[in-house]
């Protein structure tokens, strides 16, 4: 009886989780190695003193690719762990007034429409659009290796090509439908915070708005470190090894094929190596500078999504007005998108948003007190990331959602954790300490994101956010699947 060939996945997040499991189905000997304690990567958990915080991703969209997802295995999301639907979906604060998005179509029908008169009709329209966009996107392009321009040659995506309005911005196929500029904001927020300006993001996006007002705004159980865990009891029911609190140092090269992953602890063999880490790391640090795909003028020209300035905060008390969900637009956006696009710099009055999970789910708080988690939005690369701009920033955000809300938090603050831009670099070896991954441009989309694929070493591949789809917990799950077909459709 043959052995079976050995895979080494690099990186416990999403991705590699997602691609661990793939190869353990089809009989691959799968060890994934972790540099910290726990899976999840980004999506790592933060327990203190009673407080569980998810320390990554906290919107879960697009249920069909979790469902997807599991099916694959044979399995079912609900073997796993439960869903609530939000609602209402989350609120938007804006410097004048607030609004509640209702998880229900009739009821952002009738919002848009109080609004913009003729505006719920536009929606319906928009909507029909971005259905088609999903469906295609999703089917046709997302789950597509970007490798060749054949992958696209389907009567279905030719058909389609102006419907999916690739060559459009987002900015202004959203302006063509509502002119009520907060009715834009609603249509851009998708691309505001996890891709780039909407003047420079392709209207194909437009993706997320049907994802957000079909699909929903849902929270799994626990939060989103009941995905990761569902995600890792499942490669742990196929087979796979984990290998955690291990730092891998260089995954060595003879004649252009991977033949050893080299940690702080250990020598692995392998016949395929993915590597789920930062691509740039991969290449920059774990590889011979001639074993390289890209060149670091290449990396230097990449658009890269937003970085963050997060808070983790526990307040020993309940909050009376507000939601799961918060968006504070009450500052023009322009400056604040200027500032991480244009002229990176910190920002000089930022728009944030805020989770309150404890709001939905007694159990991440102790009793009688309440869990919060702030982003701020920065551009990736900032230096002078010190505490005293952390701690500026905090009070900044904090006074203007106590403004809003008419609740006093600083004064019932009883934990507090920042994380920031060093923070990305030192524990996920982030590229310019980026947390989102590549910008959703037109010339970083599929084939023109970093392949999936070593070109110089022929059993290395590549999978999460710096490569093909794109940032995302959905679009990671799906890089995982993808790179993980490559691998088995070349080395069987």
Known sequence: MTAPKKVIVIGSGFAGLSAASFMAKEGWEVTVIEKHG???GRARQLRENGFVFDMGPSFYWMPDVFERYFSRFGKNR?????LQRLDPSYRIYWNDTSADMPAGLDGLRQFFESLEPGSANKLDQYLEGAAYKYKVGINNLVYKPGRSLTEFIQWETIKGVVRLDVFTSIKSHIHKYFKHPKLRQIMEFPVLFLGALPKDTPALYSLMNYADMAGGTWYPEEGMYSVVKAMHNLASELGVNFRFSENVNEIKIEKGVAKRVNTDKNIYTADVVISGADYHFTESSLLPPKYRNYSGTYWSKRVMAPS??????????????TLHHSLFFDVPFDKHGEEIYTSPQWPTDPLFYVSVPSITDRRVAPEGGENLVFLIP???????????????Y?????KRMETHTGESISDSVVYKKSYAVSDFVNDYNSFRGNAYGLANTLRQTSLLRPSCQSKKVKNLFFTGQLTVPGPGVPPSLISGEVVARQVIKQFG
């Open 38 to 40: 726990t899976p999840g």
């Open 78 to 82: 609900s073997d796993y762990y439960s």
């Open 308 to 321: 963050a300035l997060l808070y983790f905060v526990g307040l020993d008390k309940r909050l009376r007005n």
């Open 378 to 392: 920065v551009a990736s690369g900032l230096q002078d990331d010190s505490e005293e701009l952390r701690e500026r």
């Open 394 to 398: 905090f009070r900044m955000i904090v």
